[in-house]
């Protein structure tokens, strides 16, 4: 197994992440300085990242976490802003989030112990749908849903049809379903400030076959790896 695959799989961080580790001289294999991502171990050999000692995580594990809105989804944050992992008791294993929600959006969050299960679930080719819950100021135009639903062109970027449709509504507030596949970058959010309409949250409830439930805003609970995911 290449070095990068095994500490990924360890659950200390992504292959991407592994890979900077090595570049800058912070992983040991049996005592000596790794050079290249490339390098191959097996399960005998002393592997070292700083001073700590990683092993393979053998059992996949899986949590699902409400994250509220104002957590970032990052170890660490230049601007000392609050981070997920500041919701997840110091006693716990070393976790790996599966993708990201921005800043100010909120709902499930998939967190793993393996860094290859982790990028299982992300793969565009698996075609997992992640389903929101969006609530909008004031009300919207039902041509604008179907020219969502039909796939749309914004500044350049096209965003392939998603499925979007009116759950309820009031004279302040209008909800929305939004179900997509591809996932651009800030996509929902982007198509709203197409539109002109003004968020009041945005909040993720399905990941594939894993739902948010009953969960409550800020907790994390393990759930089980189900076969067919």
């Not at 990052?74 to 500041?86: A, G």
């Not at 997840?88 to 294993?93: R, S």
């Not at 039902?142 to 499925?163: C, D, Q």
């Not at 894993?210 to 189900?226: D, M």
């Amino acid at each position: 197994m290449r070095i990068a695959k095994f500490i990924a799989n360890a659950g200390f961080c992504s292959r991407r992440e592994a890979e900077k580790l090595i570049q800058d001289g912070m992983v040991k294999i049996n005592d000596c300085q790794c050079s290249h991502p490339s390098a191959t171990v097996n399960i005998n050999d002393k592997i070292c990242i700083g001073k700590k000692v990683i092993k393979l995580q053998k059992t996949i594990r899986l949590w699902k976490l409400y994250k509220p809105i104002k957590f970032i989804c990052s170890s660490k944050d230049e601007n000392n802003r609050n981070t997920i992992f500041d919701l997840v008791p110091k006693n716990f294993p070393r976790m790996i989030s599966v993708g990201r929600l921005d800043f100010m959006s909120e709902g499930l969050l998939l967190l793993t112990n393996n860094g290859d299960y982790s990028r299982k679930l992300e793969l565009p080719k698996k075609g997992y749908e992640r389903i929101y819950r969006l609530c909008i100021r004031g009300k919207i135009k039902k041509i604008n849903l179907e020219k969502i639903n039909k796939g749309i062109k914004i500044n350049n970027v096209f965003y392939k049809k998603i499925k979007i449709k009116l759950d309820k509504t009031n004279n302040n507030f209008t909800w929305l379903i939004v179900k997509l596949k591809e996932g651009k970058n800030r996509e929902i959010r982007n198509i709203c400030k197409y539109f002109s309409w003004k968020i009041v949250k945005l909040i993720r409830i399905q990941y594939g076959p894993y739902k948010l439930g009953s969960l409550q805003k800020g907790k994390l609970k393990e759930i089980k790896v189900l076969e067919n995911a």
